[in-house]
């Protein structure tokens, strides 16, 4: 920018010469990157000095509350987080990858029939998805969800998880190359053999690092469970933290919770991407 | 009225994609252990016609045999038809989340249903047919160009087939890697084997083929022993193909 005013003779071929700056590129650098620091070092002293560090402790981390939530922490709402998650996954992933299959069939109606589900369940919020669960004996007198709690809570995350995995599933199966499926035609396989033995195992492999990150979301939607009135064994992380921090008065169990869910969730997130990076070099 | 003698026999087969007409009016045959191979410029149709073999594409119209077995007609199964019949592509298409051996007998075990130990050991003598037999357990990536493209004729070759269809199998290869692969084929040919290929290796064509078919514009141009259509062409779209491949820094552009 400096150099504008003096670039005013006629430019060459290879336009006007470089003119002599102000400052160089390096020192503009260096005066940039101080700038940042003095701002951050302004910033964090604000905060030191503002924020009142006694009560913040008192309510979000005092050991004595910290305590009172184990062993439960990890025996009962962690093991329940768990279940709930995992049983999610699975069912979605069993669910996606026949909508995916649907998605890509011959037969017109199949097409239509999993892209109304994708739309629909994708649209909706996953709490709403958990509260019509919760109306279910309502509209449906007699019908109960088989495994009770757990059951209801699986199904729940089962649909907030099946569209999308249903998406990333279709997106995966078409990202195997079409020489796969005429290969595996030509050596006389019939079309489902095909997609049994080669498409679904090269499509699951490709989709494996975004199926990570669904999980870990699908662990993230897990406390919707709350809303089911889930209670005593069944609670999962939010719920057992939320109402710990009611029975304290004290926020140190949300805080715990906090915690244990980053247990899970970075170590997987970091597994997503070295997954990813493996299938990059791979193939 | 079947034509049985024929290894291949097709019959005024015209293949369209969308408007545009890719096979006008092909009437040929591959006698059983011909080497057929069929030349021509690019979009002349040829490896369509080699698809259209197997039904990896559907001809609009015209009929296709192969060893009296109608695959054109509607009520065929063509999972059966497809075993008789091995396919070598030019992308080769091995199946990359298998190792060598696994991508040699999985057909095998799924199709023929034979069983683990079998499917082995020909598979393993395949392999070894094509001088790769060290290479049973690597992944696909880890091997050459010419060597994935000798793993996939071993896997067509394992389901004993009757006549192998290839499709410029070495079109993608680095120009050290082509003699590994032509090297093979032509022991094969020897071995035999009716074979249809879709090439542009004319020193393959001259020193293998009991036939060459050059192509263009979607029919069959001239057709005939290699001394004729490449030794000594009748027409003139056969000599200005063949002026431009074999002495390609003097075409007349």
Known sequence: ?283 | MTPVNHAVEIRDLHKHFGRLEVLRGIDFTVEPGQVVCVIGPSGSGKSTLLRCVNLLEQPTSGKVFVEGVELTHIDVDIDAARRRVGMVFQQFNLFPHMTVLENVTIAQRRVLKRGKAESERIARENLDRVGLSEKADSYPAQLSGGQQQRVAIARALAMSPSLMLFDEPTSALDPELVGDVLTVMRKLAEEGMTMLVVTHEMAFARDVADRVVFMDGGVIVEDGPPDQVIGAPQHERTKSFLRRVLDPTHTDV
């Open chain 1, 1 to 283: 920018m400096t150099d504008q005013s003096t670039a005013t003779e006629p430019s060459g071929p290879g336009g006007p010469p470089p003119a002599r700056a102000r400052f160089s590129p390096r020192k503009r650098q260096q005066i940039s990157r101080a700038v940042q620091y003095v701002i951050l070092v302004v910033a964090a002293l604000a905060v030191v000095l503002f924020v009142d560090w006694a009560s913040l402790a008192q309510n979000f981390a005092k050991p004595e509350v910290a305590q009172e939530t184990l062993p439960e922490l990890f025996t009962i709402a962690l093991k329940n987080t768990l279940i709930y998650s995992i049983g999610g996954f699975v069912f979605a992933f069993l669910i996606g990858l026949v909508l995916a299959l649907m998605r890509l069939s011959s037969v017109r109606p199949y097409r239509w029939l999993s892209l109304a589900y994708i739309e629909i369940f994708r649209g909706l919020p996953a709490l709403l998805i958990f509260l019509m669960i919760l109306f279910l004996p309502l509209a449906l007198p007699g019908f109960e969800v088989p495994g009770g709690l757990y059951g209801q809570g699986i199904l729940g995350l089962t649909i907030v998880g099946s569209a999308y995995m249903a998406e990333t599933l279709r997106a995966g199966l078409q990202a195997v190359p079409k020489g796969q499926m005429e290969a595996a035609r030509s050596l006389g396989m019939s079309y489902s053999r095909a997609m049994i033995s080669i498409i679904i195992p090269q499509a699951v492999r490709i989709v494996i690092p975004p199926t990570t990150n669904q999980f870990v979301s699908l662990l993230k939607d897990s406390s919707l469970v709350l809303f089911l009135g889930v209670s005593g064994e069944y609670v999962e992380l939010t719920k057992f933290g939320n109402d710990l921090a009611s029975t304290y008065a004290n926020a140190t169990p949300i805080l715990v919770v906090g915690v244990t869910y980053l247990l899970v969730t970075i170590p997987l997130g970091y597994l997503a991407t070295r997954l990813e990076k493996r299938q990059g070099k791979g193939r």
